[in-house]
């Protein structure tokens, strides 16, 4: 916890660009669900609002008045999200104002979730671009008054957190985003997740090309690239990344069976072990699903927790209705359903075919499956 007082600046944790500050019960309820849309945030709350699950998702509480928090969080974050009123906002951020070529982007939201405000820093310190694609991703209507403010282009640290898209490394965000903006050839490949990522009214800028695959985005020797996929990439393909930026769709769902009372950390170390093998990464796992009779299973709990993934349970007759490779009278005969970890999967990712058919290791068993994007019409 953030004990905050009197002149002394404290010590945040600093994990992503961007920093969500709530100070009311509504406005916590909103920003724990916030920071499942938009992963590119640092949550804080007072302590008065604990719920018991912060420590596993990352949550820093702080007890004290919220002005002494923010000189902190005006040092370390390009940017500070506030479900504050709007007037508040300014009079506390006023004594720390330095100029706009050193200030961070400050946004608004409302209490009920249904306006974002661009309030400070709005071009140069991103708040306008920040204002536009967190209210995408949270589902209200973004306030920016400056007039020339037109989003034309692909905001680089931003693209695709609408629909929870993480990037692998930070380490090139600068230098593509100039790519962009200099309006230079950047490739982009897209091999999974939603499709409809550009969402103006104007065509995609003449500089941004879509290519089908890797191969042929390498050929065409771009500045930069955005590369959207699940998989780790092989060695011949690092040269895309000496300025280019790999973006982390939510696109693979686990499905989980295993003994009860089954630790937290054999889960997890089959789960590593499995998109090891499959070389896909960990940023991509969108849900864990299984059957309903696990649904207060600890271990489960405790993993998704830990990740902050969605646990989906299905009832046997659910998990029945799914054509799968692998039925088990057995299982039928503890369960009710002919099978857990491989309907499971496909029933969550709306999949026809599994990446992995069911596999047991000790007391687990996993099966993987890829979200169908093109199905649910993304």
């Known amino acids: ?16 660009p961007y920093a969500l500050v709530a100070i009311t019960k509504h406005g916590v309820a909103h920003a724990r669900s916030y920071i499942e849309k938009f992963p590119y945030a640092d949550l804080y709350y007072m302590k008065k609002f604990e719920q018991g699950d912060e420590d596993a998702r990352q949550i820093q509480l702080f007890d004290g008045t919220v002005r002494l928090l923010l000189p902190a969080l005006f040092q370390q974050y390009k940017g500070i999200i506030c479900i504050i ?7 506390m951020i006023a004594p720390l104002l330095i100029d ?13 979730g249904q306006y974002v405000i661009s ?14 694609e967190f209210a995408k991703a949270i589902g209200a209507e973004p306030i920016v008054t400056t007039a020339s403010d037109v989003q034309k282009t692909i905001p680089v640290d931003l693209f695709g957190a609408q629909f929870g898209w993480v990037w692998d490394s930070e380490e090139k965000l ?4 100039a790519s962009v903006v200099n309006e230079e050839h950047v490739a982009i490949v897209q091999e999974t997740g939603e499709k409809n990522w550009w969402m103006y009214e104007r065509s995609i800028p003449a500089n941004l090309k879509i290519y089908p695959s890797i191969i042929e985005a390498i050929r065409a020797k771009p500045h930069a690239i955005l590369l959207i996929t699940d998989r780790l990439i092989e060695a011949h393909e690092e040269v895309l990344i000496e300025n280019g930026v790999i973006y982390r769709p939510k696109s693979i769902v686990l499905g989980i069976g295993c ?30 699903a299984s059957i309903n009779l696990k649904k207060d299973e600890t271990g489960l709990l405790e993993l998704t927790a830990k ?14 209705e799914i054509p799968f490779p692998n039925p088990s009278e057995t299982v039928f005969k503890y369960t009710g359903a002919y099978g857990v970890s491989e309907p499971a999967a496909l029933r969550c990712a709306n999949a026809k075919a599994l990446l992995l058919e069911k596999r047991k290791s000790g007391n687990v068993t996993v099966s993987v499956a890829r979200v169908n994007f093109e199905e649910r019409g993304q």
């Open 85 to 91: 009123s709007l007037g508040a906002v300014v009079r």
């Open 100 to 112: 706009k070529m050193k200030d961070p982007g400050v946004l608004v939201v409302d209490d009920k």
């Open 259 to 288: 003994n009860r009372g089954t630790a937290m950390e054999e889960i997890e170390q089959v789960i590593d072990e499995t998109l090891a093998e499959l070389r896909l990464s960990k940023k991509s796992v969108k849900a864990v």
């Open 119 to 132: 309030v400070l820093s709005g071009h140069i310190g991103g708040a306008n671009a920040l204002t536009h």
């Open 307 to 320: 990740h902050n993934w969605p646990f989906a349970t299905y009832t046997p007759e659910q998990l029945n």
């Open 1 to 16: 916890m953030i004990s905050l007082r009197e002149g002394e600046i404290p010590v945040v944790e600093k994990r992503k």
């Open 174 to 177: 600068l230098p593509v985003s």
